[in-house]
């Protein structure tokens, strides 16, 4: 079945302890991307990769890390949670990320509920 | 500032009657435009898109309509079903980059 996976669902921590919320999608896309989910904000692009080893920044890139080093997947690293880092997280995928003037459909994880303590 | 606004946090219809899901944008270099449905303890999943050059778009019970000068955008489903209950996102992006989301509407679907 193709899916986006993502590890864990659910995480409460602490203030400044390292985690890492892995993604790993089978479509073998090459484009995945890292939301953030927020009450009234939507969702919000947190970092994305057009390929393996190539990835930048989105719009809430702050107190996040990320790396591409497999095509499949793409884990999202907190070095030092804060509360305000408090959400709920999505990674995405999609063939490409763009097609032109077009962009190509995103498929998502089912989301890590993240507190932070 | 949010370039993609969902003024309407949440809307209720009745079964088998039209739902109206409304979308303005800020940013006039948007050309691609989508919808996405997302259930409970689940990621949002695509359901139709529009590009700039059509008006309206159709899939089966869902129609997405474009208007450009007002810089607006509806979803319309009809009939509605319980199943259809979701909060549904809007989403732009302009000349293949990223998607902007907006904040989703919740809708209820009573039967």
């Known amino acids: 079945e193709a899916q986006v996976t993502q590890n864990p669902r659910y995480l409460i921590t602490v203030t400044g302890k390292k985690l890492t919320v892995t993604c790993s999608q089978n479509m073998n896309h090459e484009y995945m991307s890292w939301y953030r989910q927020d009450p009234g904000l939507g969702l919000r692009q947190i970092y994305y990769s057009m390929n393996v080893e190539v990835t930048d920044k989105g719009d809430v890139p702050e107190g996040y890390k990320v790396s591409r080093k497999e095509k499949r997947n793409f884990p999202l690293i907190l070095e030092s949670p804060s509360p305000n880092q408090t959400s709920l997280y999505f990674c995405?995928?999609?063939?490409?990320?763009?097609?032109?003037?077009?962009?190509?459909?995103?498929?998502f994880g089912p989301g890590t509920r993240l507190t932070v303590l | 500032d949010q370039q993609v606004k969902q003024n309407s946090p949440s809307l209720s219809v009745q079964e088998g009657r039209i739902s109206i899901l409304n979308c303005d944008y800020t940013?006039?270099?948007?050309?691609?435009f989508l919808w996405y449905k997302k259930y409970p303890a689940e990621g949002p999943t695509f359901l139709i898109s529009i590009s700039s050059i059509k008006d309206k778009n159709e899939d089966g019970r869902f129609t997405v309509f474009l208007n450009k000068s007002a810089k607006h955008l509806s979803l319309h489903i009809v009939p509605s079903q319980p199943g259809d209950s979701a909060v549904y996102f809007c989403a732009a992006s302009a000349y293949g980059n990223k998607l902007v989301f907006g904040a989703g509407t919740i809708l209820r679907v009573k039967s």
């Open positions: 995405a995928s999609s063939l490409t990320g763009t097609s032109g003037s077009t962009i190509d459909e995103q498929f």
């Open positions: 940013n006039s270099m948007f050309d691609y």
